[in-house]
Protein backbone atom coordinates (compact mmCIF):
# COMPACT_ATOMS: atom_id res chain seq x y z
CA UNK A 1 0.00 0.00 0.00
CA UNK A 2 1.14 3.44 -0.77
CA UNK A 3 2.00 6.03 1.64
CA UNK A 4 -0.04 8.35 -0.36
CA UNK A 5 -3.01 7.25 -2.00
CA UNK A 6 -5.12 9.75 -4.32
CA UNK A 7 -8.70 8.90 -5.46
CA UNK A 8 -10.08 8.72 -7.96
CA UNK A 9 -7.49 7.47 -10.32
CA UNK A 10 -9.44 8.31 -13.45
CA UNK A 11 -12.27 11.65 -13.26
CA UNK A 12 -13.96 12.76 -16.87
CA UNK A 13 -15.98 15.71 -16.16
CA UNK A 14 -17.80 17.93 -18.31
CA UNK A 15 -16.58 21.64 -18.87
CA UNK A 16 -17.48 24.24 -15.52
CA UNK A 17 -17.82 21.17 -13.35
CA UNK A 18 -16.72 21.29 -9.65
CA UNK A 19 -13.90 19.02 -9.52
CA UNK A 20 -12.07 17.64 -5.97
CA UNK A 21 -9.70 15.44 -6.50
CA UNK A 22 -8.87 13.62 -2.64
CA UNK A 23 -5.83 12.35 -1.13
CA UNK A 24 -4.98 10.63 1.65
CA UNK A 25 -1.32 9.92 3.50
CA UNK A 26 -0.31 7.41 6.23
CA UNK A 27 2.98 8.99 7.15
CA UNK A 28 4.01 12.46 9.22
CA UNK A 29 4.58 15.41 7.48
CA UNK A 30 5.81 18.57 7.17
CA UNK A 31 4.11 19.65 4.16
CA UNK A 32 1.76 18.17 1.50
CA UNK A 33 2.14 19.48 -2.38
CA UNK A 34 -0.19 19.42 -5.26
CA UNK A 35 1.14 19.21 -8.58
CA UNK A 36 -0.08 19.34 -12.17
CA UNK A 37 1.48 17.39 -15.13
CA UNK A 38 0.26 17.62 -18.44
CA UNK A 39 0.89 15.75 -21.30
CA UNK A 40 4.88 15.79 -22.44
CA UNK A 41 5.98 15.25 -19.20
CA UNK A 42 6.71 18.77 -17.42
CA UNK A 43 5.34 19.13 -13.89
CA UNK A 44 4.53 22.36 -12.37
CA UNK A 45 3.76 23.29 -8.41
CA UNK A 46 0.42 24.11 -7.67
CA UNK A 47 0.43 24.15 -4.09
CA UNK A 48 2.46 23.48 -0.94
CA UNK A 49 0.78 23.64 2.11
CA UNK A 50 0.73 22.59 5.90
CA UNK A 51 -2.28 23.49 6.95
CA UNK A 52 -5.79 25.00 6.01
CA UNK A 53 -6.09 26.17 2.65
CA UNK A 54 -4.62 28.10 -0.09
CA UNK A 55 -6.59 29.15 -3.02
CA UNK A 56 -5.41 30.39 -6.92
CA UNK A 57 -7.32 31.27 -9.29
CA UNK A 58 -9.93 28.68 -9.91
CA UNK A 59 -8.21 26.34 -7.84
CA UNK A 60 -8.71 25.29 -4.23
CA UNK A 61 -6.16 23.13 -1.95
CA UNK A 62 -7.25 22.16 2.01
CA UNK A 63 -5.54 19.71 4.20
CA UNK A 64 -6.95 18.42 7.69
CA UNK A 65 -3.90 17.50 9.72
CA UNK A 66 -5.34 15.28 12.35
CA UNK A 67 -7.55 13.61 9.41
CA UNK A 68 -3.89 13.21 7.08
CA UNK A 69 -6.69 14.43 3.93
CA UNK A 70 -6.06 16.97 1.45
CA UNK A 71 -8.39 17.48 -0.99
CA UNK A 72 -7.61 19.68 -4.55
CA UNK A 73 -10.87 21.63 -6.13
CA UNK A 74 -11.51 22.93 -9.18
CA UNK A 75 -14.18 25.42 -10.15
CA UNK A 76 -15.40 25.92 -13.27
CA UNK A 77 -13.48 22.92 -15.05
CA UNK A 78 -12.18 23.42 -18.69
CA UNK A 79 -11.04 21.68 -20.71
CA UNK A 80 -7.69 23.12 -20.27
CA UNK A 81 -7.56 21.67 -17.40
CA UNK A 82 -6.87 18.24 -18.41
CA UNK A 83 -3.91 16.55 -16.76
CA UNK A 84 -2.77 14.12 -14.53
CA UNK A 85 -3.08 15.96 -10.64
CA UNK A 86 -0.62 14.54 -8.48
CA UNK A 87 0.01 14.71 -4.74
CA UNK A 88 3.26 14.41 -2.77
CA UNK A 89 4.26 14.89 1.19
CA UNK A 90 7.22 15.84 2.52
CA UNK A 91 8.36 13.89 5.64
CA UNK A 92 9.29 15.73 8.84
CA UNK A 93 13.00 16.62 9.40
CA UNK A 94 13.84 13.73 11.94
CA UNK A 95 12.18 11.23 9.13
CA UNK A 96 14.46 8.60 6.82
CA UNK A 97 17.16 11.27 5.69
CA UNK A 98 16.97 14.33 3.31
CA UNK A 99 14.52 17.14 4.57
CA UNK A 100 13.90 17.36 0.54
CA UNK A 101 12.54 13.35 -0.34
CA UNK A 102 8.99 14.02 -2.05
CA UNK A 103 6.75 10.89 -1.51
CA UNK A 104 4.79 10.71 -4.07
CA UNK A 105 1.03 9.30 -5.08
CA UNK A 106 0.10 7.94 -8.53
CA UNK A 107 -1.82 10.66 -9.87
CA UNK A 108 -5.02 11.60 -11.24
CA UNK A 109 -5.69 11.44 -14.49
CA UNK A 110 -8.75 14.03 -15.23
CA UNK A 111 -10.25 14.67 -19.01
CA UNK A 112 -12.40 17.52 -18.80
CA UNK A 113 -14.95 17.62 -21.94
CA UNK A 114 -16.42 20.78 -23.96
CA UNK B 1 16.54 31.38 -20.44
CA UNK B 2 14.72 30.46 -17.33
CA UNK B 3 13.61 27.92 -15.13
CA UNK B 4 14.54 24.43 -15.67
CA UNK B 5 15.75 22.72 -18.86
CA UNK B 6 16.73 19.35 -19.95
CA UNK B 7 18.33 17.65 -22.77
CA UNK B 8 18.46 15.84 -24.68
CA UNK B 9 13.88 16.02 -25.03
CA UNK B 10 13.83 12.22 -26.18
CA UNK B 11 16.89 9.45 -26.18
CA UNK B 12 17.26 5.86 -27.89
CA UNK B 13 19.94 4.18 -26.58
CA UNK B 14 21.02 0.60 -26.38
CA UNK B 15 21.49 -1.73 -24.11
CA UNK B 16 25.87 -1.21 -24.42
CA UNK B 17 25.42 2.22 -25.13
CA UNK B 18 26.81 5.31 -22.75
CA UNK B 19 24.43 8.31 -22.93
CA UNK B 20 24.18 11.26 -19.89
CA UNK B 21 21.06 13.84 -19.25
CA UNK B 22 21.97 17.01 -18.57
CA UNK B 23 20.20 19.80 -16.13
CA UNK B 24 20.25 23.03 -15.71
CA UNK B 25 18.21 25.32 -13.34
CA UNK B 26 18.70 29.25 -13.97
CA UNK B 27 16.47 29.76 -10.56
CA UNK B 28 19.63 30.38 -8.22
CA UNK B 29 18.77 27.02 -6.40
CA UNK B 30 20.74 25.36 -3.90
CA UNK B 31 18.93 21.86 -4.41
CA UNK B 32 19.08 19.56 -7.59
CA UNK B 33 17.27 16.47 -7.91
CA UNK B 34 16.84 13.07 -10.49
CA UNK B 35 13.30 11.43 -10.58
CA UNK B 36 11.99 8.19 -12.60
CA UNK B 37 8.70 8.31 -13.70
CA UNK B 38 7.55 5.12 -15.10
CA UNK B 39 4.18 4.23 -16.30
CA UNK B 40 1.65 3.67 -14.04
CA UNK B 41 3.97 3.72 -10.68
CA UNK B 42 4.47 7.41 -8.41
CA UNK B 43 7.38 9.38 -9.16
CA UNK B 44 10.41 7.91 -7.84
CA UNK B 45 13.19 9.91 -6.34
CA UNK B 46 17.02 9.06 -7.08
CA UNK B 47 19.11 11.06 -5.87
CA UNK B 48 19.18 14.31 -4.58
CA UNK B 49 22.01 17.14 -4.18
CA UNK B 50 22.08 19.99 -1.65
CA UNK B 51 24.92 22.55 -2.06
CA UNK B 52 26.51 20.41 -4.78
CA UNK B 53 26.60 17.23 -2.28
CA UNK B 54 25.01 14.25 -2.65
CA UNK B 55 22.60 13.95 0.31
CA UNK B 56 20.44 11.33 -0.82
CA UNK B 57 20.81 8.13 -3.01
CA UNK B 58 17.63 6.05 -3.70
CA UNK B 59 18.73 2.61 -3.73
CA UNK B 60 19.54 2.86 -7.20
CA UNK B 61 21.63 0.96 -9.54
CA UNK B 62 25.18 1.91 -10.01
CA UNK B 63 24.31 2.05 -13.99
CA UNK B 64 23.13 5.53 -13.21
CA UNK B 65 25.67 8.08 -11.93
CA UNK B 66 24.77 11.50 -11.27
CA UNK B 67 27.53 14.36 -11.37
CA UNK B 68 26.28 18.02 -10.05
CA UNK B 69 29.80 20.25 -10.66
CA UNK B 70 28.11 23.30 -9.72
CA UNK B 71 24.54 24.13 -8.39
CA UNK B 72 23.19 24.87 -11.49
CA UNK B 73 23.73 21.93 -13.56
CA UNK B 74 23.24 18.03 -12.74
CA UNK B 75 24.17 15.13 -15.04
CA UNK B 76 22.60 11.60 -14.92
CA UNK B 77 25.67 9.42 -16.55
CA UNK B 78 24.06 6.17 -17.75
CA UNK B 79 25.76 2.71 -19.26
CA UNK B 80 24.56 -0.69 -19.38
CA UNK B 81 20.94 0.14 -18.95
CA UNK B 82 18.36 -2.25 -19.22
CA UNK B 83 14.82 -1.86 -21.04
CA UNK B 84 13.10 -1.82 -17.73
CA UNK B 85 15.15 1.86 -17.10
CA UNK B 86 12.69 2.92 -20.22
CA UNK B 87 10.92 5.73 -18.64
CA UNK B 88 10.46 9.58 -18.38
CA UNK B 89 13.77 10.93 -16.27
CA UNK B 90 12.58 14.30 -14.53
CA UNK B 91 14.59 16.78 -13.15
CA UNK B 92 13.68 19.51 -10.40
CA UNK B 93 15.17 21.77 -8.46
CA UNK B 94 14.23 23.94 -5.06
CA UNK B 95 15.83 26.78 -3.29
CA UNK B 96 16.14 24.88 0.20
CA UNK B 97 15.00 21.28 1.40
CA UNK B 98 11.85 22.01 2.56
CA UNK B 99 11.03 24.80 -0.14
CA UNK B 100 8.79 23.63 -3.48
CA UNK B 101 10.39 22.37 -6.06
CA UNK B 102 10.44 23.23 -9.88
CA UNK B 103 10.80 20.50 -12.43
CA UNK B 104 11.79 20.55 -15.68
CA UNK B 105 10.17 18.92 -19.22
CA UNK B 106 12.23 15.72 -18.54
CA UNK B 107 13.94 13.02 -21.09
CA UNK B 108 12.18 10.60 -22.49
CA UNK B 109 14.09 7.32 -22.56
CA UNK B 110 13.55 4.17 -24.48
CA UNK B 111 16.37 1.05 -23.84
CA UNK B 112 16.16 -1.06 -26.80
Known amino acids: KNEVEQSPQNLTAQEGEFITINCSYSVGISALHWLQQHPGGGIVSLFM???GKKKHGRLIATINIQEKHSSLHITASHPRDSAVYICAVTPPLYYGGATNKLIFGTGTLLAVQP | ETGVTQTPRHLVMGMTNKKSLKCEQH?????MYWYKQSAKKPLELMFV???????ENNSVPSRFSPECPNSSHLFLHLHTLQPEDSALYLC???????????FGPGTRLTVT
Open chain 1, 49 to 51: LSS
Open chain 2, 92 to 102: ASSQAAVYEQY
Open chain 2, 49 to 55: YNFKEQT
Open chain 2, 27 to 31: LGHNA
